[in-house]
């Protein structure tokens, strides 16, 4: 039996020691449990069929990676994760005026012939948009997404990985470094302690770069800082409220105990600083208050801040490093690594085990983030 070792715990590593150790391998998971891990921070929105982004091998993964999830939670519930974090609730994208609202509804039904899964597309009046999420004003109709979902990353992930745990698989938590003969990788070190494997797959993440630099590889890997306002709303049920999507890059959604999530700042250049700062709180409650005047009334719980990771021109890379030998990496999953990474996870365990892919890894080269010295 060949033995595997993912690199980095988040939403993609985890996924990936999941679906390894349920085939039956021998599999050994890795995180130094940095703070502003991505995956932990965020609250994930399942509804990738009203992007406006034309990049084709991005949206088949957001598109493979929201069909993926019911499946997945489903084998997840069935050896005893119920806290998932995961809830089918809807979405609705919001519009002040009918001549948006309507080609975004033609866009949604255009897009529901070859992707099924997203559900009933219905036009919402002002009225009917309000009763699903009274926090908002009285200016914007809807277009609703019936199979949109939301994810809360740290369940899911744990969720995860607890299952993984129950397949054989172990976790080990302290700070890897690569260890190689000739160009063949041979495992790890870590913890004072040598962790030997056929396979090791690198899934760190914003943090990712760092271990495969002494290989003499250069991985253009980027971080963009998130800052994610929680807040809660007295006395009312929010558990089935569905997602909003405002016409701009904001978002609120909602879960238990009146939990409300309103996001996110994108900031680039702060290296790993994760301090929440009132700039990046004043920008998110501004953009909210200007749809969702009824957040006004709410009780702000907490800011959590996470560091996304980004490869060139916004796409994912996967696959194996060319001149090594036995080393996977995976990347680059940027602000849609919630809905994408459990899918994707899927299809690496597959790829370290050389069982056949749905994924055509060749738009994923990861040549196109690298360069040997």
């Not at 002040?96 to 899964?117: F, N, Y």
Request: charged letters at 20%; glycine letters at 10%.
């Amino acid at each position: 039996m060949n033995t595997y070792i993912v690199v980095g715990a988040g939403i993609l590593g985890a996924s990936t020691a999941y679906h390894l150790a349920k085939r039956g391998a021998r599999v050994t998971l890795i995180d130094r449990n940095d703070s502003g891990q991505a995956t932990k921070a965020g609250a994930g929105i399942i509804c990738p069929w009203l992007t406006n982004r034309s990049n084709k091998p991005w949206y088949r993964l957001v598109t493979e990676g929201a069909k993926f999830y019911p499946k997945l939670v489903e084998e997840l519930e069935a050896v005893g994760e119920t806290e998932t974090g995961y809830s089918q609730v809807g979405a609705i994208n919001i519009f002040s005026g009918e001549d948006r609202l309507h080609k975004k509804v033609e866009l949604a039904k255009e897009r529901q012939k070859s992707t099924p899964e997203m559900g009933e597309v219905t036009k919402l009046s002002v009225k009917e948009t309000k009763e699903l999420f009274p926090l908002l004003s009285d200016d914007y109709a809807s277009v609703h997404i019936s199979g949109g979902a939301r994810v809360n990353g740290s369940e899911i992930c744990y969720a995860l990985i607890r299952s993984a745990k129950k397949y054989g698989a172990s976790i080990v938590y302290g700070n890897a470094s690569l260890m190689k003969e000739k160009d063949t990788i041979t495992g790890v070190y870590v913890n004072n302690q040598k962790y030997f494997a056929d396979r090791v797959i690198v899934t760190g993440g914003a943090w990712a770069k760092e271990l495969v630099e002494p290989l003499g590889v250069k991985f253009n890997v980027t971080s963009q800082k998130a800052q994610i306002v929680h807040l809660q709303v007295p006395n009312t049920d929010t558990s089935k409220w569905p997602v909003v999507m405002p016409p701009y890059n904001q978002y609120m959604l909602t879960f238990k105990n009146g939990r409300v999530v309103v996001g996110t700042t994108y900031e680039d250049n702060v290296h790993f600083d994760d301090e929440v700062t009132a700039h990046g709180i004043h920008t998110i409650l501004d953009k909210a208050l200007r749809v969702a005047p009824g957040i006004a009334n709410t009780t702000y719980l907490e800011t959590k801040v996470g560091f996304r990771p980004y490869t060139p021109n916004s796409l994912p890379v996967l696959g194996s490093i060319p001149r090594f030998e036995g080393l996977i990496v995976a990347n680059g999953l940027g602000a849609s690594g919630l809905t994408s990474g459990p899918y994707i996870g899927d299809q690496l365990a597959k790829l370290a085990l050389g069982e056949e892919t749905h994924i055509d890894f060749k738009d994923y080269d990861v040549r196109n983030a690298i360069r040997l010295e």
